[in-house]
């Protein structure tokens, strides 16, 4: 039985092809967010159809599936334009383990960036931080339960990643951008939430400090 999960919100130009061109031993959940649902319902034993953003579709998911959460150690959730290969993956899951992280990234190799500490670093495997983002986070199963409500807390998710770092002490060196794995942002940054990102900040009262070792 898997012990890994990659849980991902997809369009019709998803790159998720590419995250399983090799044999996987993660197990693939995905949820179709546009109108391309019959394209990719035989991709995976768990594909699902439900329109919205991601955070909220994957909050509704676990929250109708909450099985799920003990299922598995970790839980990768890529957006759909992120290009990283099935070895790499699996070498996320990984150091997840063997570094006891609750909460990483891959850094990103190219110029599709919004936060310049998450790009490759050389000559490094890991940087502990304060701040992963949620473009791609990775979670392992007890962080996920701590962080899960913030999910549901916006529409769009900007702000939460902002609040992880303090729900799962990043003073524990528990959280980490990865050097060592290679991913790509293949879309630039479009939305803009900044409303929201600001109104998330002030509920919960945190900043934008944001550091890696």
């Known amino acids: 039985m898997n012990k890994n999960c990659v849980l991902a919100t997809i369009g019709a130009s998803s790159l998720h092809h590419q995250w399983i061109s090799k044999r996987a031993t993660f197990d693939l959940h995905l949820i179709v967010y546009d109108d391309s649902y019959e394209l990719f319902k035989n991709d995976s034993p768990y ?8 955070f909220k579709l994957i909050y509704n998911y676990l929250s109708d599936n909450p099985e799920l959460i003990e299922k598995y150690d970790y839980f990768y959730m890529p ?3 992120i290009e990283i290969s099935t070895t790499n993956i699996k070498k996320l899951f990984r150091y997840m383990k063997k570094y006891q ?27 502990h931080t304060n701040f992963v983002e949620i473009m791609q986070p990775c979670f392992s199963r007890e962080a996920l339960k701590k962080v899960l409500f913030t999910f549901d807390e916006t529409i769009s ?21 990865i050097d060592d794995i290679d991913s790509i942002h293949t879309r630039p940054v479009q939305s803009n939430h900044h409303q929201e990102l600001s109104d998330y900040m002030e509920k919960y009262n945190l900043n934008y400090t944001i550091y890696s070792t």
């Open 101 to 127: 992280l609750e909460i990483a990234q891959p850094a990103i190799s190219n110029s599709f960036f919004s936060y310049p500490h998450t790009t490759k670093q050389e000559n490094s495997i890991l940087r």
């Open 79 to 81: 957006d759909d334009d």
């Open 157 to 177: 998710g900007w702000g939460i990643d902002f609040h992880w770092g303090k729900i799962l002490d990043y003073t524990e060196y528990n959280m980490a951008i």
């Open 47 to 54: 594909v699902t159809a439900s329109k919205g953003y991601k």
